[in-house]
Nanobody, 117 residues
Framework: QVEIAESGGGLVQPGESLRLSCAAS????????MAWYRRAPGKQRELVAS???????IYLDSVKGRFTISRDYPEKQVYLQMNSLKPEDTAVYIC???????????WGKGTLVTVSS
């Protein structure tokens, strides 16, 4: 079985930073894409950032310049450095691992990020 485990969420004030981590473990033999999605209260799930084996990255427009996604290939981990956090960033952040192009294979349980004064 495959397990996707996220960590690093918490409560922060606007302007502060958090670093999210995601690790894939178990019977997973290849990873093409690792990505972070988020779901805010009353909103649809949206892609925040993704990265592929080739190093291609995609960012949600509203987080460009503030968030950085990076990947540790030997450890099958992905990180999301979130700087200058805003209240509108408040959401459950969910890690997704794709086995090949276009695959949405595995999802984590999510880690809650709350940005509030």
């Amino acid at each position: 079985q495959v397990e996707i485990a996220e960590s690093g969420g918490g409560l922060v004030q606007p302007g502060e930073s958090l670093r999210l981590s995601c690790a894939a473990s178990g019977r997973i033999f290849s990873i093409y894409t690792m990505a972070w999605y988020r779901r805010a209260p009353g909103k649809q799930r949206e892609l925040v950032a993704s990265t592929t084996d080739g190093g291609d990255t995609i960012y949600l427009d509203s987080v460009k310049g503030r968030f950085t996604i990076s990947r540790d290939y030997p450890e099958k981990q992905v990180y999301l450095q979130m700087n200058s956090l805003k209240p509108e960033d408040t959401a459950v952040y969910i890690c997704n691992v794709g086995r090949y192009r276009g695959d949405m294979g595995y999802w984590g349980k999510g880690t809650l990020v709350t940005v509030s004064s």
